[in-house]
Structure formats: structure tokens, C-alpha cells
Nanobody
């Protein structure tokens, strides 16, 4: 099993930026396609962005052009650069495999965007 630890969230005004990090506990991370997910209060968890093991990226329509996903396999770390944040981006953000079979979810990191 792989443990995932997210960090970097916080409170930011609309239009601001944050950079989230996800650190994995095992090197198997490097061979897996990964994704950032978010869950707002009362809503289901949704996939925000994905990155393949080789670095190919894809984004949900709501974040396309504002968010950028990247990874550093040598550091077992994945990032989510979030720019032009909107109040509707407020959620707990999680990282996990971009596949049906997930590793255990981490605690997530709270992102709150004020208007």
C-alpha cells in the first residue's frame, strides 16, 4: 500500500494562487498515472486533473487554463499549481491514482477561496 500526504492548501482571495503538493511513500508512485481530486461540502469527489507516469496531462473543463498538474518522480511528488482561483474551487483536495483501483486516501488539504 502507498501512503499519500497532501499539503499546500489555505485561504486565498479570488484571483489568487496556491500550489498543492502530494508526496507518496513508495517508489511505485513513479509507474502510476495520478490525479488530483476535490470534494466540496455536500458534493461528490470529482477528478480535477490527471498526469500519466510519463507526464501527459489532462484537465477538467472547470479548471482548464487555470490549473497545472506536474510531477517529480525522483521526489515521489506531484503538484497542482492553481491560478486565478474562484470561490467555486473551494474544496478539500486529494491525490490518488487515476484509475478505478485507488490507494488509501490521504487526509487531503483544504482550499478556501474567498470572494
Amino acid at each position: 500500500q502507498v501512503q499519500l500526504v497532501e499539503s499546500g492548501g489555505g485561504l486565498v482571495q479570488a484571483g489568487g494562487s496556491l500550489r498543492l503538493s502530494c508526496v507518496a511513500s513508495r517508489s511505485i508512485f513513479s509507474f502510476n498515472d495520478m490525479g488530483w481530486y476535490r470534494q466540496a461540502p455536500g458534493q461528490q469527489r470529482e477528478l480535477v486533473a490527471t498526469i500519466t507516469s510519463s507526464g501527459r496531462t489532462s484537465y477538467g473543463d472547470s479548471v482548464k487554463g487555470r490549473f497545472s498538474i506536474s510531477r517529480d518522480n525522483a521526489k515521489l511528488t506531484m503538484y497542482l499549481q492553481m491560478n486565478s482561483l474562484k470561490p467555486e474551487d473551494t474544496a478539500v483536495y486529494y491525490c490518488n491514482r487515476a484509475s478505478v483501483l485507488k490507494w488509501s486516501w490521504g487526509q487531503g488539504t483544504q482550499v478556501t477561496v474567498s470572494s
